[in-house]
Structure formats: structure tokens, C-alpha cells
């Protein structure tokens, strides 16, 4: 009883810490629902296949809230069905990235020496080369028809800028008054890292993941748009390939049909972005113990 | 690096040498060099990349190539081998290590290969055709954002919590976290489709047929008539960052001393703004910039796929297509020691700019 009411607890201290930035509360808001639409609408809404040749490209109703595509088939029923994929992939390259560059970013931090210019070394290399194009030459080469294959490959390479953010915020960290307290009283590494730097590091870690999943987003339908993912399932960047490659961009009466999913990609990045506010306040442990 | 100029070395610690053995240790010392040693350095890790890629991985483009040759052209081994060899201006009977040697060396002299889907036509020619116009639309594009953000945040710093302010900060927020190829999609179904402001099929290539390049007002039209919707996807996509940066920043350099003692000496406003503020606000920007570089280069090449703009990225996309390995190996090269380039310019610059980092 006792835990479950502390979960509880923590829960309303985190909400109610995120509505104090309003702009970031709205951004949590939009995220949480596109994640419920995209997770737990497939369930309700059935995706239409069925091509209705009298129903081309029609103007959102209410019928079809979205307006119909190139076949009459229901653009909403896609919208709701296009997001897991995308999210899928960006959350598996978001936890990959966030892994490495928290780790070595830490590692790095603390160990100095040769230690951290090996790593400092390696990581500029990388952030250097332009990641994008690099993508999409290895993805010629290599074959990424399943997601979570897609999502760590992107992962794989998106950590350098995240690392050298968290390395010089764990360097900072290292030389703050209660760690030197903490260092003092002899508390032993083991409670200087899990009780000290992880809780101070928490906001900057629940934000790289954030904005690493912005950047997983950004690449994966930058690399469909150019083919180099294998279309299969409908998400919103097949969508838009399929809009594109069919020249139906060109075509004034197939707005809907680009509009609604590139709405749907920038809504979802720009809410994404605006949330990490909120998230800066939620996970700040001297909001919490003020709070 | 800086150490020696704050507080001069004490004599008795430096070892006895001779005044070349001291040179030599200033110049390896020397910032310049380092960075240079360092891109170099990105560049050699890159082709090495490269080089396994093409060479070593099981099914590489040569291996591919070779069969493709076999089964469409009915060639025998031997022939397709030897043709491949001469595309990839690899030997592929020599051992690995001379391969490597000899694709260092070609990559030194220039040698790209010659490509797959118009033979003939060798990978640095195509480079140095298409390259140009990258180079010209992302700079544009780049400066022009830079200078447009440094201002709007300065100005947002200097009105911050006015309805400007609210407005462009929101503005910003929106067009940063929108992915640039996207806006480009945007820009050409509102632009170009629905309320047909713009001539969009006019405005692909980089050049109206019958104009030459020269340095005439007609041909600079031309050019920024047909780059015009890359460089406003370029600008609105990174201005939002510049602006607020620079609006933190300002913020930041309005509160310190030297600020204040300016305002005592009775500098006038503007002096203050542009001399004092404006250039010590935008310095850590340039970090920034280095990052932003290779930002917009490599994802420059989605956004010249969409307007149909034949810059270096329009080809690296059309090889990557049609699986044309000598022309992607040498295009991505060819991107990748620009962005590093870039870097290392930024660098040198910001060392220029900032005189805290005195360079000894």
C-alpha cells in the first residue's frame, strides 16, 4: 500500500511540477495523446485498405475526418495506424544513443586522462563526418528491412553530440560543492554516483532522450523519403514518400493526403521539443525535495 | 596552448635544447597545427571507412558489380574482374595492403573512379561540375540565417517579454523543430501548387538553359532565381536556433561588468549594441555554426532532391538510387572533407574573433 501510494505521490509532484512551465505542460500533453493515439488507437480504428474509386481525394467530412487519398481510402485511419512504426524505431535509436553517450559520456568525465581523450578523440571523428549522408551510403549497403535493426543502426551513430553534453555536464557536476561534501564524509563511490550525480544528471538524461528520439524521427523518414528503408507498412513516412514519388505534391487536390502526415511528423517533433521544458522542471531534484 | 602567455615559463624548468628543437615544439603546439593535424586525420579515418567498405564487406560493390556484369552481359570472370578494377581504379589482384597504398594515393592525385550509370565520366569531373552550386546555395543560405538570427536576437535580448519577443520566440520554436525536408515539401505544395506564387518548374536545375556562367548581373539573377527555394529552406530551418541563441546569449552579456563600465564612459547606444554586446554575445554562436555546417551539408541533399536543384547532394542521391558505388564513395568523401573543412575554417575563425583564445 505504502509503495503504491508513493508512486502516487511521485506521480503528482511530477505533474504538478511540469504544469508550472505552461508551453512545456501543452507540449506533454499533444505528445501523450499522439503516443495513445498511436499505440492504443489501432484497436479502435480499422485501417482502410479498400479502394473506393468514386471517393478519390476528398476534403476532410465528417465522414472521413481527414479527407481521403489517391485510392478513396480514409487518410485518418492511416494517420492512426502510421505512428507506432515511427515511434518504434525512434525509441530504440533514442535508448541506444542515450545508453552510449550517457555511459561513455560519464566514463569520460570522470576517468580524464587517456581514458577521456581516446574517447573525446573517437566521438569528434564521428561528429564530424555528416552523419546523414553517412546513413544513407551504409544503407545502400546494408539491408534495413526490420525496424528494430533501423532503429540501432541510427542509434549507432547519433551519439557524438549527446556525449559531449553529457561529459561536460558530469564534469561540471564533479566539481560541485556536495559531491565534494559527499567526498568528504567518506560516502564511497557507490553513493556518490547512484545518490548524487545520477539524480542531478536525471533532467539532462530524460532530455537527450527526448531530443535523441527528435533526431531518430528527423533521419528515419529522411531515409524513407529517399527509398533506402523498404516500404511495407503504412507509416506517415511511407505516407509521404508515396505522396512524393507519385508526384501527387504537384497535384492540388491531393493536399490532404501530404498535408496531414508531414502535420503529423512536425506536430509530433515540435510537441516533443516544447515538452523537454517541462521535463527540465520534473526531473530538477531540488524542485522535487522544494515541492 | 595559452598557458605561456599568461605566465611566462619559468627558465630553469625549459630543457636545454637548441632553438630548433624549440621551433619544432611551437609549431606542433601551435593551434592552427593542431586542428589542421586533426581534420587531416578525420579525413584519413573517413576514406579508410570507405575503403573497407567498398573492399572488404561480404557482398561489396565490387563483388556486386562483378556478377551484375556476368549476368547481364554475359562476361566472363576474368573481363568483369578486369572491367570493375578499372572503375573503382582498384587492383584487385594486388595484395590488400597495396590496394589501400594505391587507393591513398589515388584519392591524393584526385583519382575517383569513373562511374557506373554514364561511363565515360570520371568522379572528380562530375565533383567539380555539380559541387559549385552546393557550396554557393548552402553558403547563402547559412550566412544569410546567421546574420538574420544574430539580429532577431539581439533585438528579441534587447525587448525581451514584449509581444515581439513572444511572437518570434514561438516563430523560432516552430521552424527549428520542423525537419527541414519537410518544410521543403511544404514550401512547394503552398508555394508552388496551391496558391502558385512561385514558378516551381521554372526554378529546378541550378541555370535557365542559354545562360552562361560569367560575371554578369543576368547569369546572378539566374542563379539565385533557381537556388532561391533551397536558401529560404536553408534560412527558415536554422534561423530559429540562431535567434535564440543569440537572444540567451545577449541576456547573458548585457548583465557583465564591461557592459556597465561602457554605459559609465558614455559610449553611445549603439556603440554598446554592435562593439561591446553584439560581438561578445555572438562568439560562442560560432561553436555552434561548426556543428550547423555539417548539419545543412548533409541533409542539403534531401533538400536538393526535392526542388530538383542539381547540386553535389542531387547526385549523391541519384547514386545512392541507382547503387552507382565509385560516384557515392567519392560524392560522400567529397562531403565529408567539406563539412570538415568547414569546421576547421569555423575554428579559425572563432580563434580570430575571440581574444581570450590568444593562439602562442
Redesign the interface.
Known amino acids: 500500500m505504502e509503495i503504491i501510494r508513493g508512486i502516487f505521490r511521485w506521480l503528482g509532484t511530477t505533474l504538478k511540477l511540469m504544469t508550472y512551465n505552461k508551453a512545456g505542460f501543452i507540449g506533454f500533453l499533444v505528445t501523450a495523446a499522439i503516443l495513445i493515439m498511436s499505440l492504443i488507437g489501432p484497436f479502435f480504428v480499422p485501417l482502410d485498405t479498400k479502394t473506393k474509386l468514386d471517393k478519390i481525394y476528398q476534403p476532410p467530412s465528417a465522414e472521413h475526418w481527414f479527407g481521403t487519398d489517391h485510392q478513396g481510402r480514409d487518410i485518418f485511419s492511416q494517420i492512426v495506424h502510421g505512428g507506432k512504426d515511427v515511434i518504434y524505431v525512434a525509441a530504440v535509436a533514442a535508448f541506444l544513443s542515450t545508453f552510449i553517450a550517457v555511459s561513455f559520456g560519464t566514463l569520460s568525465a570522470f576517468a580524464g586522462g587517456a581514458v577521456d581523450s581516446v574517447i573525446m578523440g573517437f566521438t569528434?571523428?564521428i561528429?564530424?563526418?555528416?552523419?546523414?549522408?553517412?546513413l544513407?551510403?551504409?544503407?545502400?549497403?546494408i539491408k534495413l528491412d526490420n525496424l528494430t535493426f533501423l532503429g540501432i543502426f541510427l542509434g549507432l551513430l547519433s551519439w557524438p553530440?549527446l556525449l559531449r553534453a553529457v561529459r561536460s555536464q558530469a564534469l561540471s557536476l564533479k566539481e560541485r560543492d556536495f559531491v565534494e561534501a559527499a567526498r568528504a564524509l567518506d560516502l564511497g563511490a557507490g553513493h556518490i554516483i547512484f545518490r548524487e550525480l545520477v539524480p542531478n544528471m536525471m533532467t539532462y538524461i530524460v532530455i537527450s532522450f527526448t531530443l535523441a528520439m527528435?533526431a531518430a524521427?528527423?533521419t528515419q523518414?529522411?531515409l524513407v523519403?529517399?527509398?533506402?528503408v523498404p516500404v511495407s507498412s503504412s507509416n506517415w513516412g511511407v505516407m509521404?514518400s508515396l505522396a512524393?514519388t507519385q508526384g501527387a505534391?504537384?497535384?492540388?487536390d491531393a493536399?490532404w493526403r501530404?498535408?496531414m502526415p508531414?502535420l503529423a511528423?512536425?506536430i509530433f517533433?515540435?510537441s516533443v521539443?516544447?515538452m523537454t521544458r517541462s521535463l527540465e522542471l520534473a526531473f530538477n531534484p531540488r524542485l522535487r525535495t522544494m515541492a | 596552448m595559452s598557458t605561456s602567455a599568461i605566465a611566462p615559463e619559468n627558465p630553469a624548468s625549459v630543457h636545454p635544447g637548441t632553438s630548433a628543437a624549440r621551433g619544432l615544439r611551437r609549431v606542433l603546439n601551435n593551434f592552427y597545427v593542431r586542428r589542421l593535424a586533426?581534420a587531416l586525420?578525420?579525413v584519413w579515418?573517413?576514406s579508410t571507412i570507405i575503403f573497407f567498405?567498398i573492399r572488404l564487406?561480404p557482398g561489396?560493390?565490387i563483388e556486386q558489380y562483378i556478377a551484375r556484369l556476368i549476368e547481364t552481359q554475359g562476361m566472363d570472370y576474368e573481363n568483369a574482374r578486369m572491367q570493375a578494377a578499372a572503375l573503382f581504379a582498384i587492383d584487385l589482384d594486388a595484395p590488400l595492403w597495396k590496394q589501400y597504398l594505391d587507393y591513398l594515393l589515388n584519392l591524393l592525385s584526385g583519382n575517383l573512379g569513373v562511374s557506373i550509370t554514364s561511363p565515360g565520366t570520371t568522379v572528380t569531373s562530375i565533383i567539380a561540375r555539380f559541387l559549385p552550386w552546393t557550396i554557393f546555395s548552402v553558403g547563402v543560405g547559412l550566412i544569410l540565417s546567421f546574420t538574420i538570427g544574430i539580429l532577431l536576437g539581439l533585438m528579441m535580448a534587447y525587448r525581451r517579454d514584449g509581444l515581439l519577443d513572444h511572437i518570434l520566440t514561438i516563430f523560432a520554436?516552430?521552424v527549428s523543430?520542423?525537419?527541414n525536408?519537410?518544410l521543403g515539401?511544404?514550401l512547394?505544395?503552398w508555394l508552388?501548387?496551391?496558391w502558385k506564387v512561385l514558378p516551381i518548374a521554372q526554378m529546378r536545375g541550378t541555370m535557365s538553359p542559354g545562360v552562361i556562367p560569367s560575371f554578369t548581373f543576368t547569369f546572378l539573377y539566374d542563379a539565385l532565381f533557381h537556388a532561391f527555394l533551397p536558401i529560404l529552406t536553408y534560412v527558415l530551418t536554422t534561423v530559429g536556433t540562431w535567434m535564440l541563441s543569440m537572444k540567451g546569449s545577449t541576456i547573458g552579456t548585457l548583465g557583465e561588468d564591461f557592459v556597465t563600465v561602457a554605459r559609465a564612459r558614455g559610449l553611445k547606444d549603439w556603440r554598446i549594441t554592435t562593439a561591446y554586446v553584439g560581438r561578445n554575445a555572438a562568439l560562442p554562436l560560432f561553436t555552434q555554426l561548426t556543428?550547423a555546417i555539417?548539419?545543412v551539408?548533409?541533409?542539403s541533399?534531401?533538400i536538393e532532391?526535392?526542388f530538383q536543384y542539381q547540386g553535389i547532394?542531387y547526385v549523391?542521391?541519384g547514386a545512392?538510387?541507382q547503387?552507382d558505388y565509385p560516384v557515392?564513395q567519392g560524392v560522400?568523401l567529397i562531403?565529408?572533407m567539406s563539412?570538415?573543412f568547414a569546421?576547421l575554417l569555423a575554428d579559425f575563425l572563432y580563434g580570430w574573433l575571440d581574444p581570450r583564445i590568444k593562439i602562442g
Open positions: 569528434d571523428i561528429l564530424t563526418i555528416p552523419q546523414f549522408p553517412l544513407a551510403v551504409l544503407a545502400a549497403f553530440a527528435t524521427v528527423y523518414v529522411g523519403l529517399l527509398g533506402l509521404i512524393w505534391i504537384f497535384f492540388r493536399m501530404i498535408m508531414i511528423i512536425a517533433q515540435l521539443i516544447t | 586533426k586525420f578525420t579515418v573517413v567498405l564487406l561489396n560493390p520554436s516552430v523543430s520542423v525537419p525536408y519537410l515539401i511544404l512547394v505544395v508552388g501548387v496551391q556543428i555539417g548539419f551539408v548533409g541533409g541533399f534531401l532532391t526535392i547532394g549523391l542521391s545512392i538510387a547503387r557515392m560522400f562531403i565529408t563539412v570538415i569546421n
